[in-house]
């Protein structure tokens, strides 16, 4: 029952902009983190960015200083401000929530948007 919808991907230049935002709705319990993931061809999936309920952020050593990573909690919806993008940035983007699928649970469960693409050329 949960979704993630992904938004604010495109073509951009080499140094230039672009702010992601991720919305989750449904039957969500107790969030740990929300982030962000990239799938470039021919590569794993690896962690970007990714921030808690406190908004203790945890960064990927390729992000750190050019990638913010925020969060409205009320909304339950996560932002990623990308500047000085990079063409090996190219990738598909997706949002990740970590949460409990019920109120018992002891253990949590990583839910996963349908990705938004990102282009960066030089």
């Known amino acids: 029952q949960v979704q993630l919808v992904e938004s604010g991907g495109g073509l951009v230049q080499a140094g230039g902009s672009l702010r992601l935002s991720c919305a989750a709705s449904?039957?969500?319990?107790?969030?740990?983190?929300m982030g962000w993931y990239r799938q470039a061809p021919g590569k794993q999936r690896e962690l970007v960015a990714t921030?808690?309920?406190?908004?203790?952020?945890n960064y990927a050593n390729s992000a750190k200083g050019r990638f913010t990573i925020s969060s409205d909690n009320a909304k339950n919806t996560v932002y990623l401000q990308m500047n000085n993008l990079k063409p090996e940035d190219t990738a598909v983007y997706f949002c990740?929530?970590?949460?409990?699928?019920?109120?018992?649970?002891?253990?949590?469960?990583?839910?996963w948007g349908q990705g938004t693409q990102v282009t960066v050329s030089s």
């Open positions: 990740n929530l970590n949460a409990r699928r019920t109120p018992s649970s002891t253990s949590r469960y990583d839910y």
């Open positions: 449904g039957s969500i319990f107790s969030i740990n983190t």
């Open positions: 921030i808690n309920r406190v908004n203790v952020p």
